[in-house]
């Protein structure tokens, strides 16, 4: 369901900006798609008032790791169902779309979405094509540098890094030599690497280590399934974090927590949390295998970071400002600026008792669940896809 209105007031939310510093009670007047008042008490003055007392209001949170390319084999999900449909403006693909790809996701996913739709172009030529179970660097001709040169060229204005599988199972006898072609091309083209961790879809493949993956990386490369139990993991065989992960973060490279399926567990959680390696960014891995559970959506994803120890404050930085940072969109997105195009995510805090439940359906109690209320974006305001959550 959407609404238009070129004239209406946010009115009586509690905004919450980490970038801006704002947290507090403010209205947001939205005039012809444009945020031009961020002020408590603004006056109706002909427009429509959006009551949204008692919720929260905030920048347009960003889903930074999906698989949105709908039809794709079993994965494929339409970016609105877990963007707009789930209060959520911003989505990015990781790595469905190899070079040869990337222009029909630029015309047929992008183009065709009200979530604006960002892109990991995948560092092999068959991206998603085969699944996420197969050797897709095993063949050092599926990683064809020129033409994911010409691919990124073509399409900037939505690709935000380059997606690499370090695992056994995509590199299958080819070691770590992808990770270094990736490494060269990804300073060449300026753009950071997204490397998935973890042996979640390669059980029986010999682990890659993630101490290893490390060397290559730089500040500003995300690794993404911080929370996997799979070997190749964060954690050594006694719980402790590897001293390389360490490292790494204290030298900017990024963590994501890559919900999916597989890879959040609340007990490898724990244990790295409780030595004090955070999020830097939130993302659901959300595709179509676990929109129903036990994923859900953005919001529940970070509902249960809060269930974690986190506090709505920074949860809402980690889908805001802190995955601005991590796309490169510093500044453009993951805050409120006037005379900027309203993107905006409206959320309800519910006292609530429930079960959080991760990938491997361990539970932890939780006390408050995050329901969308609105994404806006310029004039429409788009309320969530009915759907159960927990
Ligand atoms: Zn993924």
């Known amino acids: 369901m959407e609404k238009q209105s070129t004239n209406f007031i946010l009115k009586g939310g509690r905004l919450i900006d980490p ?46 790791h ?26 990015v693909d990781a790595g469905s779309a ?26 092999s030529t068959l991206g998603g094509v085969a699944g996420p179970g197969f050797g897709i660097l095993a063949d050092p001709r599926l990683i064809d540098e020129e033409k994911i040169e010409q ?12 997606k690499i599988m370090a695992t056994g199972g995509a590199l299958v006898g080819q070691g770590l030599k992808p990770l270094v072609r990736a490494r060269k091309l990804g300073d060449q083209l300026k753009l950071p690497l997204l490397v998935h961790i973890g042996e979640s879809w390669s059980k029986n493949a010999e682990p890659v280590h993630v101490g290893e993956v490390l060397r290559y990386l730089r500040p500003g490369d995300i690794v993404t399934h911080m929370f996997t139990v799979h070997p190749g993991g964060l954690l050594d065989g006694n719980g402790r974090l590897w001293p390389q992960v360490r490292e790494a973060k204290a030298s900017g490279v990024l963590m994501d927590v890559g919900h999916g399926l597989h890879n959040l567990n ?18 659901t891995d959300g595709h179509r295998g676990n929109r129903s559970g036990p994923v859900y959506d953005l919001p529940t994803t970070m509902a249960k970071l809060m269930a974690l120890g986190f506090s709505l404050t920074q949860v809402v930085e980690m889908a805001t400002a802190n995955a601005a940072r991590l796309l490169g969109r510093n500044g453009q997105l993951g805050t ?20 959080a439940v991760d990938s491997q359906k361990g539970t932890i109690p939780a006390h408050q669940a995050i329901v969308p209320v609105y994404a806006v974006r310029g004039t429409t305001l788009y309320e969530p896809i009915p759907t159960e959550r927990p």
């Open 19 to 64: 970038a801006s510093g704002r947290d507090g009670f403010f209205d947001i007047r939205v005039y012809n798609g444009i945020v031009d008042k961020i002020e408590p008490n603004i006056v109706a003055e002909g427009a429509i008032v959006i009551d949204v007392k008692d919720h929260i209001v905030t920048p347009g949170l960003i889903d930074v």
């Open 66 to 91: 999906l698989h949105l390319m709908k039809g794709l084999g079993a994965f494929g999900v339409d970016p609105d169902i877990f963007g707009v449909g789930s209060g959520v403006t911003t989505v």
């Open 98 to 123: 190899g070079h040869s790809l990337l222009t029909v996701f630029h015309n047929y996913v992008t183009q065709n979405a009200r979530t604006r739709v960002l892109n990991y172009i995948n560092l």
């Open 151 to 162: 691919a990124v060229d073509a399409h900037r204005d939505i690709v935000v890094g380059i």
């Open 266 to 283: 609340f007990d490898v959680a724990r244990k790295v949390l409780d030595q004090g390696l955070h999020p830097d960014g939130v993302s």
């Open 336 to 355: 409120l600026r006037i005379g900027a195009l309203a993107d905006l995510s409206v959320l309800r805090v519910r006292e609530h008792e429930w079960q």
